[in-house]
């Protein structure tokens, strides 16, 4: 075993450490979700999910003319049906809080949820 | 051991072969149900074969082998918008690979995996966030990490046995 070897087995046990602490430790949850729906660069949509009432859908079409059916409920969201075949988005299911995204790639498509908090509240009115 | 270099008509046919071979296997991957659903997560078994590559034959038939497996394998699946992606992984963790055959020994072949698959993965993001215009899918990083890691080691470690008994075999 040279140094090189010792040296990327050393970094790779640190990534690897490091990562999964990350996952572990960081905190979830959002008091106040707001869903951003980004579509190619474009931020089309804003939804306060506490103020979702009841379910409901709609569906964006991005450039490519893909479309992402985006399925909001109370205090959630996903993606409900798209027309890509990899489908990555759709089996991701619901998210709730801030520690990951949906992505659809194909359709350049991100939905993000924020903390949201006082300074949107006090935008919105 | 170093075998010679392969040249004319052979080296096309080898080319070729492991090209199909790389494309073979990664359409049986692709037809695999998607264990996390999380983009870019996958087990990535064609690299055993870009390993192999760039190890064996050298940093440019790899590249030759990559570039063709990569456009032939979006254009089978019929994921052409994948292809920037893919390609953006596969140069980065490319260049790293190379970088490595001249700092790793024939027996330690198994460690440029797992780095060249964090840089693929790091290519991928770094493609995906320029495509999106948003750092947001940088939210991915842990996850590519841990999974790159881990199919890296795997992929690896197939390479370096088939690297291993190819050459007891003296080919």
Same mark, same amino acid.
């Given at each position: 075993?040279?140094?090189?070897?010792?040296?990327?087995?050393?970094?790779?046990?640190?990534?690897?450490?490091?990562?999964?602490?990350?996952?572990?430790?960081?905190?979830?949850?959002?008091?106040?979700?707001?869903?951003? /729906?980004?579509?190619?660069?474009?931020?089309?949509? !804003?939804?306060?999910?506490?103020?979702? &009432? !009841?379910?409901?859908?709609?569906?964006?079409?991005?450039?490519?003319?893909?479309?992402?059916?985006?399925?909001?409920?109370?205090?959630? +969201?996903?993606?409900?049906?798209?027309?890509?075949?990899? &489908? $990555?988005?759709?089996?991701?299911?619901?998210?709730?809080?801030?520690?990951?995204?949906?992505?659809?790639? =194909?359709?350049?498509?991100? /939905?993000? $949820?924020?903390?949201?908090?006082?300074?949107?509240?006090?935008?919105?009115? | 051991?170093?075998?010679?270099?392969?040249?004319?008509?052979?080296?096309?046919?080898?080319?070729?072969?492991?090209?199909?071979?790389?494309?073979?296997?990664?359409?049986?991957?692709?037809?695999? =149900?998607?264990?996390?659903?999380?983009?870019?997560?996958?087990?990535?078994?064609?690299?055993? $074969?870009?390993?192999?590559?760039?190890?064996?034959?050298?940093?440019?038939?790899?590249?030759?082998?990559?570039?063709?497996?990569?456009?032939?394998?979006?254009?089978?699946?019929?994921?052409?918008?994948?292809?920037?992606?893919?390609?953006?992984?596969?140069?980065?963790?490319?260049?790293?690979?190379?970088?490595?055959?001249?700092?790793?020994?024939?027996?330690?072949?198994?460690?440029?995996?797992?780095?060249?698959?964090?840089?693929?993965?790091?290519?991928?993001?770094?493609?995906?966030?320029?495509?999106?215009?948003?750092?947001?899918?940088?939210?991915?990083?842990?996850?590519?990490?841990?999974?790159? /890691? +881990?199919?890296?080691?795997?992929?690896?470690?197939?390479? &370096?046995?088939? /690297?291993?008994?190819?050459?007891?075999?003296?080919?």
């Amino acid at each position: 075993m040279n140094r090189t070897a010792k040296l990327i087995l050393a970094l790779l046990a640190l990534l690897t450490a490091g990562s999964a602490a990350f996952l572990v430790l960081r905190p979830s949850g959002e008091d106040h979700p707001v869903a951003s /729906i980004t579509l190619d660069g474009r931020l089309v949509e !804003e939804i306060d999910l506490t103020k979702v &009432q !009841e379910a409901y859908s709609f569906t964006l079409e991005g450039e490519s003319g893909l479309t992402n059916t985006i399925l909001v409920e109370p205090g959630r +969201i996903r993606v409900d049906h798209a027309d890509c075949p990899d &489908q $990555i988005c759709v089996n991701q299911g619901f998210i709730s809080d801030g520690t990951e995204p949906i992505v659809c790639l =194909p359709n350049k498509l991100i /939905i993000q $949820i924020t903390g949201g908090g006082e300074a949107l509240d006090a935008a919105a009115g | 051991m170093t075998p010679p270099p392969v040249k004319g008509t052979r080296r096309i046919t080898l080319l070729a072969l492991l090209t199909a071979i790389a494309l073979t296997i990664f359409m049986i991957e692709a037809q695999l =149900p998607v264990l996390v659903p999380i983009q870019g997560v996958k087990l990535g078994l064609a690299n055993i $074969i870009t390993v192999y590559a760039v190890f064996v034959l050298g940093p440019g038939d790899a590249l030759l082998i990559l570039c063709a497996r990569v456009f032939l394998g979006a254009v089978f699946s019929g994921q052409m918008m994948t292809l920037l992606y893919s390609m953006g992984g596969g140069l980065l963790a490319w260049l790293v690979m190379v970088l490595l055959r001249r700092l790793l020994t024939r027996d330690q072949i198994w460690l440029c995996s797992p780095v060249a698959a964090i840089f693929h993965n790091l290519g991928q993001l770094l493609v995906a966030a320029g495509v999106m215009k948003t750092w947001a899918v940088m939210a991915y990083l842990p996850y590519l990490l841990l999974s790159g /890691i +881990i199919t890296g080691l795997f992929t690896g470690l197939c390479a &370096q046995f088939l /690297i291993s008994r190819l050459d007891r075999l003296g080919r």
